[in-house]
């Protein structure tokens, strides 16, 4: 797996250690999941959960999910000379984030209910139970202003009212029955703007076209994304590369980017909690940030401007409904602790069994492919600018799964981290030749069909 213009296996392409560990990893992983063996789905005695196994046709999966997953992988393949033109980029980019929603549609109708699978998992007071408490709003100012005396179900509880507001708005517009359909397209609709936005995420480590064209298509065929269909957590990581390039932006002297960094602070906070543990990055960013010349004073002014605007937003809220942002945050809190206690989910078990779900989400070959980066990264020596956002990355993930914050279900609640992994993964991969890439991608396909057949993500 040579680039075109040849060269060392250590510095262009990949050693024929590196492609066995990639390849046996994913083909591995494959016939593992085909035959539903069971460390695959999940551990019990370690995290007290595990996904469900399901018996879908492979053949019939990879059928409809191939003309899709062909254009993705077509277009990394074919991506060298689609970035040397603006054009042909844009194209190309958007044609990832529609081939991403074609698979989401395409793997429910994987499914004999077909979309009616949608309306039972929306309307499901298990799976999310947003639709349910939203059926039960009468006025929306007096909802808001006791919300955290609401007697609300599983996930609401333990959320801020965002994602219950959001399923209201729809039922209102569109119905019960056709509201639900509708709030699943447009969850599925940001979580494929996501690809798109990969894009630009991945500026932040590299301004080569191609790794940041490659990086969107890896996004593009991340089975998380595809198989979570339609949970809110497909649309976090959106909101989480925002955060981080707003951020990233504000660092430099940009007023109006911590301003809008706090607004989208206010948002993410305001559908889910967890989104706060981006924070952990943010805060090494910062540092080196500081470490590279930036004056503290600048890095102090940008994070003030962005909690005031936070903050602000909050005061209007609360002012105009009576919302309470800290009981509702005590509550949730609340909620979550009785949840533990009921679940029994380890600290320690699910702080072994987590980053595995994790990788599993990505694809497994993820992790592999992220070392054969580092590994290359050491022997050209020195600390890039990329490899140490990608050291700061690992470390976020690193540093959620020590804290215990979000235990089980990782290849869910841990979906919005997703992306700092995924763009070293195009750097990694822009060291391919065409044949290399499209073998990688069709691999990654492969794994998106044995999960989506064989394992049930979200069930009603």
Not at 29 to 46: K, Q, S, T
Not at 105 to 115: A, K, N, Y
Not at 245 to 263: M, T
Not at 425 to 444: H, I, N, P
């Amino acid at each position: 797996m040579r680039s075109k213009s040849g060269g060392h296996a250590e510095t262009e392409g990949w050693s024929r250690g590196e492609i066995v560990a990639v390849f046996a990893t994913g083909v591995l992983f494959c016939v593992g999941v085909a035959v539903r063996w069971e460390p695959l789905n999940g551990v019990v005695a370690l995290t007290n959960w595990e996904w469900s196994w399901r018996s879908a046709s492979l053949g019939k999966v990879a059928a409809m999910l191939f003309i899709p997953g062909a254009i993705v992988a077509a277009i990394a393949a074919a991506s060298e000379g689609i970035a040397g033109s603006t054009a042909k980029l844009r194209a190309a980019v958007a044609g990832l984030a529609l081939c991403n929603l074609a698979l989401q549609i395409l793997e429910v109708l994987t499914d004999p209910r077909g979309f009616a699978t949608l309306r039972d998992v929306i309307a499901s007071p298990l799976a999310t139970s947003y639709y349910t408490d939203a059926l039960g709003i009468w006025r929306i100012s007096d909802w808001l202003r006791s919300f955290p005396l609401q007697p609300l179900h599983l996930h609401s509880a333990t959320h801020p009212p965002g994602p219950v507001l959001f399923y209201y708005v729809f039922i209102q517009a569109f119905g019960v029955s056709a509201g639900a359909l509708a709030a699943a397209v447009v969850i599925g609709a940001l979580g494929s703007l996501a690809v798109a936005v990969m894009y630009w995420f991945a500026g932040l480590w590299t301004q080569d076209r191609r790794a940041r064209l490659l990086a969107s298509a890896f996004y593009a065929l991340l089975p998380a994304v595809t198989v979570f269909f339609p949970e809110f957590d497909q649309a976090y990581p959106l909101l989480a590369m925002l955060m981080i390039l707003l951020w990233a932006r504000a660092l430099r002297g940009s007023y109006a980017d911590a301003a809008l960094l706090g607004f989208i602070g206010f948002v993410s906070t305001f559908f889910a909690y967890n989104l706060l543990t981006i924070g952990a990055f943010l805060a090494l960013y910062a540092v080196y940030e500081w470490r590279q010349g930036s004056r503290l004073s600048r890095l102090i002014a940008a994070a003030s401007m962005a909690i005031a605007m936070w903050g602000s937003c909050y005061v209007v809220l609360w002012s105009t409904t009576g919302f309470d942002p800290i009981a509702a945050f005590h509550s949730a809190l609340k909620h979550q602790a009785q949840l533990a206690q009921i679940l029994q989910r380890s600290h320690a078990g699910c702080s072994l069994f987590d980053p595995y779900d994790f990788a599993m989400a990505a694809g497994v070959i993820i992790v592999p492919i992220v070392v054969c980066y580092l590994r290359q990264a050491q022997r050209a020596g020195g600390m890039r600018h990329d490899v140490v956002l990608t050291i700061m990355g690992v470390a976020t993930v690193m540093i959620v799964d020590v804290s215990g914050l979000l235990r089980a279900e990782a290849a869910r609640v841990w979906m919005f981290l997703q992306p700092l992994w995924v763009v070293p993964v195009g750097l990694e991969l822009a060291r391919l030749s065409a044949r290399g890439r499209f073998a990688v991608f069709g691999l990654q396909w492969a794994i998106l069909i044995c999960l989506a057949a064989r394992m049930a993500f979200v069930l009603p």
